[in-house]
């Protein structure tokens, strides 16, 4: 004779509330959380991966990032127990946390158990009565994307926290541990120390004047003198402090001080006079044309070639952009 309908939830404080909702006509047991997971210690470390280089993290990073799980030594009784209960039931019904890790642990518990009786998934987002029931009566399956999320969050925890876990016991503090977001954050910040550790610092100085012509005042600075680039801070090396481009001109305090003095006491002149017009930029490169012309070329029924097609675009973005800079000056 088939027995009753077997629910499995994570706490047994919830197995015993939903107990009493459900009455005798359902059997209700906790997993305790989790029944299996990635090895936690050498020991627990399947003997077919333990020669392996990666076999400690349970992680093959040769082959896809494949997980291999275990039963912790802790819930073997456990899993034991519910392995009994199911082979008394006539259904099973998953109704662990509504989210990525209780869908694991569904996902889990049909792995471990492996019941040959119908299995459903039920979800409520409230310990009720009335939400229970609602459960009970639109079951649906276990979701695979929400497992495959967690598994892929369990794996990169093991990857990148696994490891850095003992270095913050040894330097910070006993204890702690490190996943898939402090591990990236750790790197951040050392990274950046080590940029800081690594800056060296230059001095180069610029010149500036004051000029005042016809009623209208405005500053110049000095950017060449000659054939020479006046150099500023991208011309040094953030790593060293030297001057990367030996073409341009160095000025320092001396020598800037020389320069005002000669230059204060000088008749200025305006020598040329044009406008200066930022970069338009890179028109083609936009997606909303891209695609346009890449389906017309798949097509072969274009006239030109993409080459030309593409200069003539960027002269005409550009040439509208000058008119446009022309008349706002005007």
Not at 17 to 25: A, D, P, W
Not at 278 to 294: A, K, L, N, Y
């Amino acid at each position: 004779m088939a027995g009753k309908p077997l629910v499995i939830v994570e706490s047994p404080a919830k197995a015993k509330t939903l107990g009493r909702f459900l009455g005798n006509k359902y059997r209700v047991e906790a997993s305790y959380g989790h029944i299996r997971d990635l090895p936690e210690s050498a020991a627990d470390v399947p003997k077919e991966i333990k020669a392996k280089d990666w076999g400690r993290l349970g992680v093959d990073v040769e082959q896809e990032f494949t997980p291999y799980y275990v039963v912790p030594g802790d819930k073997r009784k456990q899993v034991a127990h519910l392995k009994t209960a199911v082979k008394d039931a006539s259904e099973l019904l998953l109704a662990t946390d509504p989210d990525r890790e209780g869908e694991s642990i569904s996902w889990h518990l049909t792995q471990v158990l492996k019941p040959k009786i119908p299995v459903r998934r039920i979800v409520f987002h409230e310990i009720t009565e009335d939400a229970v029931k609602e459960a009970l009566e639109h079951p649906g399956e276990v979701n695979e994307n929400l497992v495959r999320a967690q598994e892929s969050r369990r794996i990169l925890d093991r990857l990148y926290g696994y490891t850095l876990s003992p270095v913050l016991w040894k330097k910070v503090q006993t204890g702690l541990s490190a996943g898939r977001v402090q591990s990236v954050a750790v790197r951040l910040i050392v990274e950046r120390e080590e940029e800081r550790r690594a800056f060296r610092s230059a001095v180069y100085w610029d010149l500036e004047a004051r000029l005042k012509g016809e009623g209208r005042e405005f500053v110049a600075t000095l950017v060449r003198i000659n054939d020479q680039r006046i150099a500023t801070g991208k011309d040094f090396d953030a790593q060293t402090g030297a001057l990367k481009n030996q073409g341009v001109r160095l000025l320092d305090e001396v020598i800037n001080t020389r320069g005002y003095l000669r230059l204060s006491t000088e008749t200025w002149f305006v020598q040329h006079l044009g406008n200066v017009l930022p970069t338009p930029g890179d028109f083609i490169g936009t997606p909303s044309v891209q695609p346009h012309v890449s389906k017309r070329r798949r097509n072969r029924r274009r006239i030109w070639g993409w080459a030309p097609l593409r200069r003539l675009l960027q002269w005409l973005y550009g040439w509208s952009f000058e008119q446009l800079h022309n008349n706002s000056l005007k």
